[in-house]
């Protein structure tokens, strides 16, 4: 193979850009057989051409093993331990029991998960597509409900956390029935497919933004080769430093305790040009403001994924990122990831969201 370090730099940088830009990039959903092509629905929209495709196929399965027998790859085990308890230990000693309490994991997601989540966790399943919300695509390595801010990744208590609550009023039923290992290894097999899917997204825009950018050079198949080998290289490396980093970035600010003037504050300021919330959630709060639904096309906001969301309809109390003070002073602060939902921390105070918070949680008193 022949390789070209001066390109090395390129490789990267475009890497590191596609992980903002493809999180950015909104695409529309085609059909797709439950099992078949190696690669999420969304990297075969990309159309990388069929010598790149079975390169990148191959270099994935090199690394990370088939979604059938998933291996983590150098500098990933780490990552699959769970927080010690109070002694010390680590619920997994080692990376043979690592690898054992993924495949347990990989049966459990295929007798529970995968009708809606799919075969390669990207949600390309006939179930998923007459759902809303749909379930969610794994294939960006993002989800909605978490701790940590922006694209980041999710910490493994977030995974945890919606696996026995469930998202409430969605198709996202809780598997608190499950015994307490069994999640644990559900945890592991998604954070496998979110991790998979990051690296397999990122190369993938990757490459064919070098493609776009000089096309003439990439007939050449030993260019092509270094690119795909180089691009997973690099992205395998940042998808493991941003797991790695997420606790550090979690959320951990509260809010005062709730008293009637708070609540009576937050009504006014919900209400308000200011904060604008009514805009998408109604005045009402009701989720039917005129930016989010209306008569002739129904839920008019999209999310990162490219599917419809609805914004929260507060007067029924269930919060899908959790409805204690702590999580909705959260979920207003961070916003909801890969969503019209931003976040407000920087444009009201902690004392205004702490307001909003308050009176978001009395409509459904
Ligand atoms: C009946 C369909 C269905 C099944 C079965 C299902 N889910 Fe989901 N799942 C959903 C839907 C719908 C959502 C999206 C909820 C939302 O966006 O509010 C979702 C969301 C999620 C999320 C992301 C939450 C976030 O923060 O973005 C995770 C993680 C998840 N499911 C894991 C699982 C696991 C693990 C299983 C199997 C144990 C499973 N799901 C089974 C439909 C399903
Ligand atoms: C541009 C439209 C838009 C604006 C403006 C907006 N939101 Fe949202 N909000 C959404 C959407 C959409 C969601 C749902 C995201 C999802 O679950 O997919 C959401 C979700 C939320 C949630 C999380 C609800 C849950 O289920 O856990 C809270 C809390 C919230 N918004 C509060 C606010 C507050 C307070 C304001 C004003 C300061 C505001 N929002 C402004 C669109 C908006």
Redesign the pocket.
Known sequence: MKLHPRDVPGVVATVVATAIGLALMVSGSSMAPASGPALAERTRELELGATTESLLVAQLEHQLGTHEAPQLPEGWQELFRDTPNAKGELRAGNDQAIAARLLEGRA??QR??Q???GVRGDASTQ??KI?L????D?SLG?????QTPGLLP?LRE??HR??EQG?AS????D?AM?EEAE?TT??D??QYLLMRGAVESRVAGALQTLAQTDGAQTADPAEVEFRVLEGTRVALEAVGTEWRNAPGTAFTEVPAPADDAAIARGAELYKSAKAGCAQCHGIDGKGRGLGAWDAEHGWILRDVWGNP?RPADFSYGSF??GGSPEQVYRSISLGI?GTPMAGYAGVLSPSEITDLTHYLRSLSD
């Open positions: 459990s997601y529970n998960c009708h809606c989540h179930t998923a759902l919300p749909r379930p969610r794994f993002l989800t909605k409900f978490k999710p977030d995974l919606i696996l998202v969605t198709a996202m039923a598997f499950l999640r559900l945890v097999y998604v969301v899908h990122g990831a």
